[in-house]
């Protein structure tokens, strides 16, 4: 009698659970909702990939690479994390916090000037630094002269090495830090700094106990995305002679030929990442954190003097010079060499390839997020929102393991279709989706989706509101709706994401090395691969048209973190 009770009671509260979050009628299997649980199987496809692959038969290759290369691997992907993680977190929470915080010569220019390193690509700065420091480079040049000349010999060596390529990714990677940190210490209320020095702390006492712990969540996420960026990079460590995760797979895929220890060292690599996304979620806890009422006065900057003043102008300047103006400076003096050779009918056809490989990622990527949110918004359902979550980890997976993860079953896919033809019409058509760009926009998609849902997403909130939910109260069907109210009300936002989609698949190197079809370059393959044959001077001008494009939205979000300081004013 007490079993029926208690299976009763179980199926009544299964019964509430059910009726309380399944969608009412006939929105329980709406074509939106079937077209986007379409959509995010098809990006979770590479992950299923790799894990199905993981368990399958291991192969010879693949015991020979972990009995010899695979702990050099995590070593060097361990080492490159921490140390590029250290130095990004430094030269980020120090700049953000001077910036904010003092008034000191410069501040205004430092203010978007320390966002620019984010437009250098990480390959672009290594091979650039490589050849500044070369011994016949203007740096050596430099030093010699007030050096022995066997003091500097070893420079480009020194360089050469994973500690070099470390300096070489922070210098690009820190504005991940910097700009969501400042954006965290814009927020803080100026009330809550300044009754801890009525307290009697010091600044730097308040800035570590009170004002960095209140801007944590912010550093950790910059600090997350610079590590997921370090387990992405191939360029950098290839040019380097460093071995990771990544050139592991390159080896293992095209040197070898082996798609079974590929797929291997792709799970490794992932299994690597998820550990970095559970201990950033274990760090939050059930921690909050509350920077006070809107109508708390903002941070007050207080005017340095004497030498602090110049030490922060020194300590803003050197990651500004080092990771932009300089490598930029020697690219700018390279392209102006080589420009009457390198600007030909090739160079029209590499710039045609990668904007439009990257006009059409970013519109398919864009009208997927769209996709996704507006149907979240129709269908607020555990199963859509989880699955709206799920759709969004591809930017935190490896370029290169998204790419083995789609060539295994494009390639099955491949096969299949080929036989079918051939058998019915006897032609063979060849290699239908992994030989042309298919694939590639494919996987530009599934990396970079969660770019463009983001903003999409707080675009619906902060524009829309309940005027979607009014038009179709008024009779109006989800489509009309969508674009009759939404989109031109989300125009900005949505070529703001556009934006963002558009920079980034221009400069992915490794998911674009791997899927690229038979002679199809872009800038950013093109650029690397002269950099590889020692034609650094050639590479300059594809380099800087990359590095231009991407400035775009570095001015933009130097001119939305204005506003924020603004509006906090």
Sequence with gaps: MAVATAV???????????????????????????????????????????????????????????????WDYLRNSALLVVGVGG???????????????????????????????????????????????????????????VLDPATTAGLRSALMSLPGAGVMMALVLYPYVYLITRTSFLKQSGGILETSQILGKSPWSTFFRVALPMARPGVVAGVTLVLMEVLNEYGAVTYFGVSTFTTGIFRAWFSLGDAPAAIRLSGCLLLFVFVLILLERAQRGRARFDDGPRSHRPVVRFELEGWRRWAAFGTCA?????????????????AFQVAPEVLDRRFLVLAANSFGLAIVAALITVAVGLLIVYSVRLSP?????????????????????????????????????????????????????????????????VRFLAVSLNPVESGFERTCGSLDETSRSLGAPPLKTLVKVDIPLLRGTLISAGLLVFVDVLKELPLTLILRPFDFDTLATRAFQLAMDEQVARSALPALLIIATGMLPVIGLSRLISLIGRKRI
């Design 8 to 70: 009763a009671r179980l199926g009544r509260r299964v019964q509430h659970t059910w009726d309380r979050y399944r969608p009412r009628g006939r929105q329980l299997f709406t074509p939106w909702t079937v077209a986007t649980l379409i959509a995010v199987a098809l990006v979770l496809l590479p992950l299923v990939s790799i894990f199905v692959g993981v368990f399958a038969e291991s192969s010879d290759t693949w015991d020979h690479l972990a009995s010899t290369v695979l």
């Design 87 to 145: 130095l990004a977190l430094v030269l980020g929470v120090a700049t953000a916090w001077l910036v904010t915080t003092c008034e000191f010569p410069g501040r205004r220019v430092f203010g978007w000037a320390l966002i620019l390193p984010l437009s250098v690509p990480t390959y672009i700065m290594a091979y650039t630094y490589a050849e500044l420091m070369a011994h016949s480079g203007p740096i050596q040049g430099a030093l010699q002269t």
């Design 381 to 445: 359902t555990p199963l859509l929102k989880l699955s709206a979550r799920a759709s969004s980890l591809g930017y935190s997976i490896p370029g290169a393991v998204i790419a083995v993860g789609i060539l295994v079953p494009f390639i099955w896919l491949d096969r299949q279709i080929s036989g079918l033809l051939q058998a019915t019409t006897g032609l063979s058509p060849g290699l239908i989706l992994t030989g042309t760009v298919t694939a590639l926009i494919f996987a530009y998609v």
């Design 318 to 334: 050197l990651p500004v010079f080092f990771g932009f103006l300089l490598p930029v400076a020697q690219l700018g003096s390279w």
